[in-house]
């Protein structure tokens, strides 16, 4: 693949950035989980005022574009790798919250949670141990689609400047040194990482079909 303008091997920068991609989708889907499935399984089983207020903050969250919100937050975090994780997890939460709110709806009414009521077990228990186990298989689903966003965001960020510094491998921050190349005889100094942006949200996408297909009873 040659070299860039500083002589750095491009395959090496290539690959080296794939773990930054890597890295930030597996750890912003984990916060995004955390977040989702929490905040998810209060609304869907306590309902009432605590499903309106919950709801409430879903739908602004909801409300503000994706890249402005990361945006913000990289801004108010500041630049670095580590932030990049915590603002695309802030941003991604929404959708697993929705889902597990809605897949809890109806399981809160069956015979199993009302026989751990009538045992004694707390609510905590009930949702942990008997109720989220049942729900699994979208929030896999909907965490694979998940990494694929998360890889484009952090691309997004690093082309802005505001995701992993130099001289982490970037793919986001590789195509902003090189697009100026595009338009001469060396384009392919942008358009290799532009590919394997491109190959890796495929990747996922079609895992998150996959998964969609498997776990879905209609099939």
Do not use: C
Not at 69 to 83: D, E, N, P, S
Not at 91 to 100: F, Q
């Amino acid at each position: 693949m040659g070299t860039d303008r500083f002589g750095r091997d491009l395959f090496s920068r290539i690959l080296a950035g794939t773990r930054v991609s890597m890295a930030v989708g597996l750890i912003a889907v984990v916060i995004s989980l955390i977040i989702g499935i929490l905040l998810g399984s209060m609304a869907g089983f306590f309902r009432g005022r605590t499903d309106d207020f919950i709801m409430w903050i879903t739908s602004v969250v909801w409300s503000i574009p994706t890249l402005l919100l990361v945006i913000a937050i990289t801004m108010a975090l500041g630049k670095g790798f580590a932030q990049v994780f915590i603002a695309v997890g802030l941003t991604m939460w929404v959708e697993v919250a929705r889902v597990v709110r809605g897949q809890i709806f109806s399981l809160r009414e069956m015979e199993f949670v009302e026989a751990g009521k009538a045992l004694g077990f707390t609510n905590a228990r009930i949702i942990r141990k008997h109720v989220l186990p049942n729900i699994l298989s979208p929030v896999i689903v909907i965490a694979a689609s998940n990494f694929a966003s998360a890889i484009l965001l952090e691309a997004g960020l690093s082309f802005l400047g505001m995701g992993a510094q130099p001289p982490t491998p970037s793919w986001g921050m590789m195509i902003k040194e090189n697009y100026g190349y595009i338009v001469v005889d060396a384009a392919y100094l942008a358009v290799y990482p532009g590919i394997a942006i491109m190959l890796m949200v495929l990747a996922f996408t079609w895992l998150g079909n996959g998964l969609r297909d498997a776990v879905d009873t209609k099939f």
